[in-house]
């Protein structure tokens, strides 16, 4: 039976061009109208002229103004998930028609800290966009930059007091205290404190620790982070993590405990080849699962 589109159903809606919705994904990505212009090959007006179209057409702002550049708007914020729907749904059509495609085989470095929640979500995404696969590469941050150099990695993240000036931010994020339920170690002086072998987060706490003052005692040094959860939540000392990131049976630090408060971190991106498309579709990916992630 032949299959009939109800053409009338979509007679009276507005139509997304996808040139406009490419162009809005991309300074979100960005975070800036005149670098996602030059990734594009566009002039800055014509850039900010296919976003004005776009918002003419869904009838609001998409983007603000910052000091930093630009932002999205909540309606932004609301129609960037299904704008970079619409761009893998182009994709898998251009893809549907082609035959004998080999996959296309990316390799992301990735530190421990940031592998969950979101990193698994970005990898499934990029999947579904085609005949792609993602090799996860765990370690620590220096071995992570040396094999980036090196180009064993096309994609590397890292953990950083600040953006880095040849990366883009890919989420900024707390850092918070974690003990055991109903913790005494906490309280305890010198403050008891388990590390993680690696950890690129440790310096900066220890850095946090020494301006307040408060005498530490670094009690275990656990060899991953599951490790480092079975020793607090035994109240054998203190732990510290990403707010978004909070480990099973655990709890934050009770404000009574007086600690200091721990500074935020970014979470950076460098790419190896700006240039590729497939790379900046991985991006993507990656820029959506962390604007998704709770924190």
Not at 245 to 272: F, H
Request: charged fraction near 20%; hydrophobic fraction near 40%; charge should be neutral.
């Amino acid at each position: 039976m032949e299959r009939r589109i109800n053409q009338a159903s979509f007679a009276s809606q507005p139509l997304l061009d996808l040139c406009w919705v490419r162009c809005f994904v991309t300074v979100a990505q960005y975070g800036s109208v005149t670098e996602a212009a030059k990734y594009m090959a566009l002039s800055q007006a014509a850039a900010s002229l296919q976003l004005k179209k776009l918002e003419e057409v869904v009838g609001t702002k998409l983007v603000q103004r910052t000091s930093h550049g630009v932002s999205l708007t909540p309606a932004g914020a609301r129609l960037l998930p299904h704008s970079l729907r619409l761009l893998e749904t182009n994709r898998e059509a251009l893809f549907a028609t082609r035959e004998n495609n080999k996959p296309t085989i990316l390799s992301l470095g990735v530190p421990a800290e940031i592998i969950h929640p979101s990193i698994p979500r970005a990898v499934r995404a990029f999947k579904r966009s085609g005949n792609h696969q993602v090799n996860v590469v765990t370690s620590d941050a220096s071995q992570l930059q040396a094999a980036f150099e090196q180009s064993e990695l096309d994609i590397v993240l890292s953990i950083d007091p600040f953006p880095i000036p040849d990366g883009r931010v890919l989420a900024i994020r707390k850092l918070v205290w974690l003990c055991a339920q109903d913790s005494e170690s906490c309280y305890q002086r010198p403050l008891p404190i388990i590390y993680r072998q690696k950890c690129e987060i440790s310096v900066l706490v220890e850095n946090t620790l020494r301006r307040s003052g408060i005498s530490t005692d670094r009690v275990h040094e656990a060899r991953d982070t599951d490790e480092a959860v079975l020793y607090v939540a035994g109240d054998e000392g203190l732990f510290f993590s990403l707010s978004s990131v909070l480990q099973d049976g655990l709890v934050k630090a009770p404000v009574s405990a007086q600690l200091p408060k721990l500074p935020n971190v970014y979470i950076n991106l460098r790419m190896r080849d700006l240039k590729l498309e497939i790379l900046r579709m991985l991006t993507l990916c990656l820029v959506e699962a962390f604007s998704t992630e709770n924190h």
